[in-house]
């Protein structure tokens, strides 16, 4: 039992060390938006801090058109609704939820709009959450795993737990069988322990 101890103290151990760093984080919007039909929604926020990752997601609660979200400087807003050149930091399709997670290199002013004109059928009530994070190693790529370390964590994750269950369950036959063994002698030629 030691042992099983001793590991499931180093599996937490080795998790908690690959844990990164802690940035900040803070909840710009958290609200449901209205948006009429065949419109967009800017919604205008700053950016502090430089190297500042913008989280952005949305779910269509009520109305029948898809919406998507289009991250913008605050200058290239009316470029973009004008359809004169402009650079968009990041985007989603149409859609009734979506989001994105975007680098945004400079402090500065920066708009969020959301967009309702594909359809135009039906305003719509858009659940928004918009979260800035910064610090430490926001700025650096997600990296995935190569496919084959990524299977050798899956299957190693799935090897050990069937080895717990294993182990858990002969115990329990162990007492079972025990208990039954005492069964099977009197009571009252049992010894009292």
């Known amino acids: ?18 844990v990164p760093a802690a940035g900040h984080s803070d909840m710009l919007i958290d609200e449901n938006v209205q948006i009429s039909p065949s419109k967009v929604r800017p919604l205008e926020f700053d950016v502090g801090v430089q190297g500042t990752r913008v ?80 610090g430490p190693g926001i700025a650096e790529p997600v990296q995935r795993a190569a496919p084959a370390r990524a299977q050798i964590a899956v299957w190693g994750s799935v090897l050990l737990f069937a080895l717990f269950a294993l182990l858990s369950g002969w115990r329990i036959h162990l007492a079972l069988e025990s208990r039954r063994r005492r069964r099977a002698i009197p009571f009252w030629t049992r010894s009292s322990y």
């Open 1 to 18: 039992m030691n042992c099983l101890r001793t590991l499931a103290m180093i599996g937490f151990a080795a998790s908690l060390a690959t």
């Open 55 to 134: 989280l952005c997601t949305y779910h269509v609660e009520q109305g029948r058109s898809g919406v998507r979200a289009v991250l913008l400087k605050r200058g290239d807003v009316r470029l973009w609704l004008s359809d004169r050149p402009h650079s968009v930091l990041a985007s989603t399709g149409y859609a009734d939820s979506g989001g994105f997670s975007s680098l945004v290199e400079e402090p500065g002013a920066y708009s969020i709009v959301l967009d309702n004109r594909l359809e135009g059928r039906d305003s719509a009530t858009v659940r928004l959450q918009v979260k800035l994070v910064s």
